[in-house]
């Protein structure tokens, strides 16, 4: 998924030149990974740009810092509208948004506290992340096991955590899968290498708890809702590797993967092959929503005020 260079980046309160936005190599951050971020996706609805549940991303954002001790030094507020102002001006949309927290240049060492924090937004064109159509992706159970509880934090977004989700997703690749789904560290299901896991089975759909070493995904909550309001019965709770193969449905969401459906676990069959009908109507209703053929009843989204759409 290569980057689409835009205009301009968010940079400390200021925008500046994309080609600006450097590091130094002695940054804390690249040696010690010390970093905290959020993957955003503004859609093109047909009154315009809009940010797909900007406040609940930032807060999110405020929470890895928190858990890391790093103080962001700007409100919930002041990085919902400093996203809507680079989307503005760079005039790209939809676009994938990254908003990132990291220690900066200062001190070498472990500690990191006394270590400045420098917040960056970028946004950028770009599309599908698992799968353009409607078949579904092959998928394998990791052999990396998702990071256990009191080790790393698996509430936080953090960077660091992203060399687990690293190793499963090359793992996979290699084995000629999608993607990889880790078991966390007492064997039970947790997650894909950036992506929550939703299965049905018997008509109710299942996901894992917090507690399994999961990300709070904010699309995870957005598609539980719709379950919810749709009627469907949701069971969270501890999910056994062999329910897996047993599903009628299985698939995966996150900002990225939207609601991608699983084809396949380990090249056995998830049902027949083919999205299940409830994964179809979760993936329709949250399409729905996001795309704008229906109503944002959720409130969801955050208008990103600009004078005309891109190429008019």
């Known amino acids: 998924m290569p980057i689409q260079k835009t205009e301009k980046i968010w940079r400390n309160g200021k925008l500046i030149a994309w080609d600006d936005a450097t590091i130094h190599v002695m940054s804390h951050v690249v040696h010690y990974g010390s970093a905290v971020f959020e993957g955003i996706r503004c859609y093109k609805l047909p009154s315009g740009p809009a940010v797909f549940r900007a406040e609940e ?8 810092g928190k858990i890391y001790r790093m103080a962001i030094p700007y409100s919930r507020q ?10 503005r001006v760079n005039g790209a949309w939809p676009c994938y948004i990254r908003p990132i927290a990291f220690r900066g240049y200062g001190e070498i060492g472990v ?4 270590v400045p924090i420098d917040v960056y937004i970028a946004n950028f064109p770009w599309g599908k992340y698992l799968a353009t159509g409607d078949e579904g992706v092959d998928v ?9 509880p009191n080790t ?21 690749i290699q084995n000629g899968y999608t993607e990889g789904i880790a078991l966390d560290a007492t064997g039970y299901v947790s997650e894909g290498s950036g992506e929550n896991l939703f299965l049905v089975r018997q008509g109710k759909l299942w996901t894992p708890p917090t507690g399994n070493s999961v990300l709070p995904g904010i699309t995870r909550a957005s598609v539980l809702q719709i379950a919810k309001d749709l009627g469907i019965e949701v069971v969270e709770q501890m999910i056994p590797r062999e329910m897996l193969y047993i599903a009628d449905e299985v698939f995966f969401t996150g900002t990225a993967a939207e609601v991608t459906p699983i084809r396949s676990v380990d090249k056995i069959h998830v049902g027949d092959g083919k999205v299940g009908p409830i994964t179809r109507r979760i ?29 008019a």
């Open 283 to 311: 993936k329709s209703e949250f399409f729905g929503i996001v795309e704008g053929t229906l109503p944002d009843r959720y409130k969801w989204f955050t208008a990103v005020p600009v004078k005309q759409p891109v190429g």
């Open 111 to 114: 500690n990191p506290l006394a």
């Open 57 to 64: 991303h930032m807060q999110r954002l405020l929470d890895s």
């Open 78 to 87: 002041q990085l919902v509208d400093a996203m809507a102002e680079v989307i």
């Open 152 to 172: 790393m934090p698996a509430m936080a977004k953090a960077a660091a955590n992203y060399m687990n989700s690293q190793l499963m997703k090359m793992e996979a």
């Open 140 to 148: 394998c159970v990791s052999s990396w096991t998702r990071m256990a």
